[in-house]
């Protein structure tokens, strides 16, 4: 089967950069949390890149909360960008940015 995801990481100096393409949802999201796994220690910040998302379910917006929740605890920044309408109005209904600026205040 065809995978339904593409996660690609760049890392330059202590920015890892997270390029999400495809589905996020049930079926993949095992594929994008082994990416998240290979985040080093020493990393200051992560951005997320969702431009060539087509699509992402609960499941996978909690392997985001899973990785900013992560992020408090290994005190890097978490930023998400290239997010389209659609996803950012279901990110705001759920409160995934709220979670995002919480965790960040705390974690200074």
Known sequence: MEEMID???TIKDKTC???VS????YATMEAFNEKIRLIDEG???VIINFEGLEFIDSTGI???INLVH????KQFEVELEGIND???VL?????????LETLQKEGK
Do not use: H, M
């Not at 495809?22 to 949802?25: A, E, F, R, S, T």
């Not at 992560?70 to 605890?73: G, K, T």
């Open 91 to 99: 990110f705001e209904t759920i409160g995934v940015f709220q979670i």
């Open 62 to 64: 909690g392997s985001i």
């Open 86 to 88: 659609e996803v950012s």
């Open 70 to 73: 992560e992020a408090n605890d």
């Open 7 to 9: 996660v690609a990481i």
């Open 22 to 25: 495809g589905i996020l949802d």
């Open 17 to 19: 950069r997270i390029f």
């Open 43 to 45: 990393t200051d910040k």
